[in-house]
């Protein structure tokens, strides 16, 4: 049950043959390597395989392959340039905000699309935990990721071209 | 890999009705949050699929020009978040998107497919049926219209032909115009969490009168209800504290909530007071009426 799709992902263009009976968590992390990507539970409550299409974060685990045809993927492995990490990334270190680390991925990718969205703004640490609602962690507890995400926000914290 | 026998993709609606009628195994998948989660369970019903994932027939959100509102069944709960239409018009609505889930399912689940599945938690069932939405739905012999309180038909069973697909929910001016709504979801967490009881009310005020109260729960019956007797009570009264006590007596007879390892009966029911008393008051307060 094989069908081409074309895609971009993490900024290049990609044509693949897939089985439209595979997950898109499937056919990153099998067919392309993409391990960043975590399934947790497997059922879209977990947030550990969160990636970025077309600018809105989804769970890759319940997202069919075949419906990212056409469109643009982000991954946690497109997020560091030029082995330099992102903004974001930077700030899950600085702040300690990784403990096993299963779930980082997700969690900065989830990060990552709310202060794109949201910088300038006026947002409160509500907004925050309601953004990040999707991801579970189950060691380091969320104080520390509210606070990335906090002072990612502030000024001045706007990633380098 | 999901089990699935069967996959089509439909390039418009007539071509999903047209898959669906050819083929009567197949079930419809739009966001795919509940469908495929039940895939992955193995369960059979769900192993064809037509896909009407992303169709942009199904996406509309408007305002016609006799005032009626359009919300086209293939819009994302986060879409429905964002319409200026639905945060002015139906707040309670706009206020049910919020509680669903988190930010990823809310970007894929669809207000369509919350309505379809037919289960009494919908967490937009109880706003739009406060609202007598209607659905516009569209199978092998052309399209038909039918009021949301006669769709469902029982838990998880809905008034929907394996051949035909919803497109659209309808809300005429006279429904929404006027009225000032609220919408509360009580639930064990603040998110990822099905409903203990969802409770919508719009109310229709004249100083201090309540000329009008439609009342809808979700998790109190078997499928999300009007609240009939509830509403017969209000209407036309005087805004009171004593009218709320009175409208929590009549919705006794309306609501027919379960013990389930949620919460039981009795739990249910004392919640579905409070919600009632609490959502009308502030609809009430939303319009500038005070309860004396």
Wanted: proline fraction near 3%; hydrophobic fraction near 40%; aromatic fraction near 4%.
């Amino acid at each position: 049950m094989n069908q081409n799709i074309t895609l971009t992902i993490n900024n290049r263009e990609k044509t693949l043959s897939i089985d439209v009976r595979s997950s898109l968590l499937e056919v990153l992390r099998d067919q392309l390597g993409l391990t960043s990507i975590k399934q947790g539970c497997g059922v879209g409550e977990c947030g550990a395989c969160t990636i970025i299409i077309d600018d809105e974060i989804i769970d890759s685990c319940i997202y069919l392959a075949v419906w990212a045809d056409g469109k643009s993927v982000r991954t946690l492995e497109g997020e560091s340039k030029n082995a330099v990490l992102s903004t974001v990334q930077k700030g899950y270190v600085d702040e300690g905000a990784v403990q096993c680390g299963f779930c980082t991925p997700g969690l900065i990718m989830t990060t990552t699309s709310f202060v794109e969205k949201n910088r300038g703004k006026e947002i409160s640490r509500e907004e925050i935990r309601k953004a990040h609602a999707g991801n579970t962690c189950r060691c380091t507890g969320y104080q520390t990721i509210l606070t990335v995400a906090e002072k990612c926000l502030e000024p001045g914290k706007e990633p380098e071209e | 890999m999901f089990p699935l026998q069967r996959y089509e993709k439909a390039d418009s609606i007539e071509d999903a009705v047209r898959l669906l009628s050819d083929n009567p195994e197949a079930k419809v998948i739009s966001g795919g949050t509940d469908v495929l989660i039940r895939l992955r369970d193995g369960k059979k019903a769900y192993n064809q699929l037509v896909d009407i994932h992303d169709l942009d027939e199904l996406k509309i959100c408007d305002i016609t020009a006799d005032g009626t509102i359009r919300i086209g069944a293939g819009i994302s709960f986060s879409e429905v978040i964002a319409s200026d239409i639905i945060k002015k018009h139906l707040p309670h609505l706009h206020k049910a998107a919020e509680t669903i889930g988190g930010p990823q399912i809310r970007n894929i689940a669809t207000i369509g497919g919350n309505i379809c599945n037919g289960v009494t938690s919908a967490d937009s069932a109880s706003p739009l049926l406060a609202s007598n939405a209607r659905l516009i739905i569209q199978g092998p012999d052309g399209k038909r219209e039918v009021a949301l309180s006669e769709f469902y038909l029982g838990p998880g069973k809905v008034a929907l032909d394996q051949s035909e697909i919803l497109i659209a929910f309808t809300i005429s001016k006279q429904d929404y115009s006027g009225y000032s709504s609220d919408f509360f979801k009580y639930a064990m967490r603040e998110a990822m969490d099905i409903a203990t009881i969802g409770c919508a009310a719009a109310c229709l005020i004249d100083g201090n009168q309540l000329v009008d109260l439609r009342l809808a729960f979700g998790v109190a019956a078997p499928t999300p209800i009007r609240c009939s007797k509830a509403e017969d009570a209000a209407r036309g009264e005087t805004i009171s504290e004593a009218l709320l006590t009175k409208i929590g007596d009549a919705l006794a007879e309306d609501v027919n909530p379960r013990t389930s390892w949620r919460a039981s009966r009795e739990f249910r029911l004392h919640i579905i007071r409070e919600l009632a008393e609490r959502v009308i008051k502030n609809a009430i307060e939303k319009a500038g009426g005070t309860l004396t």
